[in-house]
């Protein structure tokens, strides 16, 4: 069955960086297109960003656009966001999705 497991959330300051990833089975990971959505407490999950298959077209959220980054690697079957220049608007579980399944989240927390 598809499984998505996420990692590489934790605490960090404004201004820093972070990279998480997304480790993908069950399905043909090269064939499928790939997101990013987070939540923060009180408000709806939201899409961060979006990659074709093949990672052919990204697509961001105007609020992450310059500092976030998605990108796969097909031969480890993971999805990555890389997050620079991180705000404390940017607190939220972050969770991996493909069509429709959804990882466990994984928590970032932007604070000084």
């Known amino acids: 069955q598809v499984q998505l497991v996420e990692s590489g959330g934790g605490l960090v300051q404004p201004g820093g960086s972070l990279r998480l990833s997304c480790a993908a089975s069950?399905?043909?990971?090269?064939?499928?297109?790939m997101r990013w959505y987070r939540q923060a407490p009180g408000k709806e999950r939201e899409l961060v960003a979006a990659?074709?298959?093949?990672?052919?077209?990204?697509n961001y959220a105007d609020s992450v656009k310059g500092r976030f980054t998605i990108s796969t690697d097909n031969a480890k079957n993971t999805v990555y966001l890389q997050m620079n220049s991180l705000k404390p608007e940017d607190t939220a579980v972050y969770y991996c999705?493909?069509?429709?399944?959804w990882g466990q989240g994984t928590q970032v927390t932007v604070s000084s």
């Open positions: 990659i074709s298959p093949a990672g052919i077209s990204t």
């Open positions: 069950g399905f043909t990971f090269s064939r499928y297109g």
């Open positions: 999705n493909q069509f429709n399944y």
